[in-house]
Antibody, heavy 118, light 109 residues
């Protein structure tokens, strides 16, 4: 069965960087894009970016595009998302999701809470 | 890119229907038939329930249906059940390229 398993919660100081992982199993890793969506506490969903595991091509949201990098390791079927220059407004649960088509995110990771606080 | 507008809340009794609107612009909802809907229970990841405006993934009950007219998409939940109580978010392909709705909390009375 398809599974996306994310790394654990992180607490970071403002200005620091965080790297979250998302390990896929149960399907051919390079066949489907992975998207990242975040949700601030008690708030709605915000699209963060996507990566094509086949060729490592990426597309980032405007709000984070200067601070974010997504990479992949095909040997372990893992996607990494690094966010630099953390701000309090980056405090959120970050989800990875498999994408079958435009807006069609069919399997999601369990979420990783990133807390930015001094 | 501004979030799509949804009503903050909606409610209905078991067995009734509830419809949630999702209003965007001619740059997102109005331009693409790539509107999806997600259901989220507290503390859980979102779950895809509608994609490409009207399509349901396998395993999603046909009580859930989607539609679109102009810049507004809608989700209808028919025959409300207790387990339908959750937050619902719409999502549209747009220029960024995706924008989500503000979210609607559905309460089953």
């Amino acid at each position: 069965q398809v599974r996306l398993v994310q790394s654990g919660a992180e607490v970071k100081m403002p200005g620091a960087s965080v790297r979250i992982s998302c390990t896929a199993s149960g399907y051919t890793f390079t066949n489907h894009y992975i998207q990242w969506v975040r949700q601030a506490p008690g708030q709605g969903l915000e699209w963060v970016g996507l990566i094509n595991p086949n060729d490592a091509g990426t597309y980032y949201g405007q709000r984070v595009q200067d601070r974010i990098t997504m990479t992949r390791d095909t040997s372990t079927s893992t996607i990494y998302m690094e966010l630099r220059g953390l701000r309090s407004e980056d405090t959120a649960t970050y989800y990875c999701a498999r994408c079958l088509g435009f807006g069609r995110m069919d399997y999601w990771g369990q979420g990783t809470l990133v807390t930015v606080s001094s | 890119q501004s979030a799509l507008t949804q009503p903050p809340s909606a409610s209905g009794s078991p067995g009734q229907s509830v419809t949630i609107s999702c209003t965007g612009t001619s740059s997102d909802v109005g331009s693409y038939n790539y509107v999806s809907w997600y259901q989220q229970h507290p503390g859980k990841a979102p779950k895809l329930i509608i994609y490409e405006v009207t399509k349901r993934p396998s395993g999603v009950p046909d009580r859930f249906s989607g539609s679109k007219s102009g810049d507004t998409a809608s989700l209808t939940v028919s025959g409300l059940q207790a387990e339908d109580e959750a937050d619902y978010f719409c999502c549209s392909f747009a220029g960024d390229p995706y924008v989500f709705g503000t979210g609607t909390k559905v309460t089953v009375l």
